[in-house]
């Protein structure tokens, strides 16, 4: 098993950056991929941000690709997403993801962190 568990989440005005961490324990060696994720009232949970935790590829929406950056350290314990230029849009509650080698879809989620845009 895996736990997942955000931080960083809040309120910021347009424009602003943020960045969210996500804290892994656990199992995390059997981990091959971790991702962001973002829930808006109305709206089906988006994919924003992936990446392989082995090679480093990492793939965007392209809503956010270019304003935010995700990354991991390399003993796959924290995953982060640096937030720049945040605009009204990006208000969702955001989820750390993670899956096991062999899944075909994310089987470990964390419980969100708020992100609010706004003036």
């Known amino acids: 098993q895996v736990q997942l568990a955000e931080s960083g989440g809040g309120l910021v005005q347009p424009g602003s950056s943020l960045k969210l961490s996500c804290a892994a324990s656990g199992r995390t060696p059997f981990i091959n991929s971790m991702a962001w994720f973002r829930e808006a009232p109305g709206k089906e949970r988006e994919r924003v941000a992936a990446?392989?935790?082995?090679?480093?590829?990492?793939a965007y929406a392209d809503s956010v690709r270019g304003r935010f950056t995700i990354s991991t350290d390399n003993a796959k314990r924290w995953l982060y997403l640096q937030m720049n230029d945040l605009k009204p849009d990006d208000t969702a509650v955001y989820f750390c993801?993670?899956?096991?080698?062999?899944?075909?879809?994310?089987?470990?989620w964390g419980q969100g962190t708020q992100v609010t845009v706004s003036s």
């Open positions: 990446m392989l935790t082995h090679g480093g590829h990492t």
């Open positions: 993801a993670a899956r096991d080698r062999g899944k075909e879809g994310y089987n470990y």
